[in-house]
């Protein structure tokens, strides 16, 4: 009877763990999507349904904003200018949970054609990004983001031979 009774148990515990990994999964790509559904409409007025307020915005030309309230500002300000009209669409988008109130997603997209401020053209460009999307008060909010231009032929973007990278402290100019 023990057995038996040990072995509902666990099952039922298992089936409860799988039954949720979907739903969960589910909220965190809500949250993604709900990003790129306003970077698609340029209206960025539910934010706080899907950002942390302590949100980080990493931009493909390594600029970094701190902030939902600064993030929004920018954002409102570039979908304004260079990328009104612009739409990103996701191609492939995969979820890994670090933690139970934690998870990585990783999207490749592609954008429509714009002209960014110093006049270069980007057609047709896809993009990766990755975000952090964390579990606070029950809700899947997305805390950080990094946005890197692909590659041309849609590969990853490799250093040019002969070229070299320099790594700096983000607390002062010495090479790290």
Partial sequence: MRILLSTVISLVF????????PNREGQVR???????????SHGFEHAAEYTT?????????GGRTRGRDATL???????????????DTIEKMEVRFATRDVAVVTVTSRMTTYITPDGVRH????HI???V????????????????????GGGSAALVPGTHVECRSLDDDNLL
């Fill in 53 to 61: 307020e302590d949100w980080n915005h990493i931009n493909p030309f």
């Fill in 123 to 126: 057609e047709n460009e896809r």
């Fill in 73 to 87: 500002k920018d954002l409102k300000e570039v979908h304004a200018t260079f990328l009104k009209g612009v739409t």
């Fill in 14 to 21: 298992v089936v409860g763990v799988f039954a949720q990994t």
């Fill in 133 to 152: 999307v964390v579990k606070r008060s029950g809700r899947w909010l997305i805390m950080q983001d990094q946005n890197t231009i692909m590659g041309r």
């Fill in 30 to 40: 809500r949250a993604v999507q709900s990003f790129y559904a306003a970077f698609n």
């Fill in 129 to 131: 990004r990755t975000f």
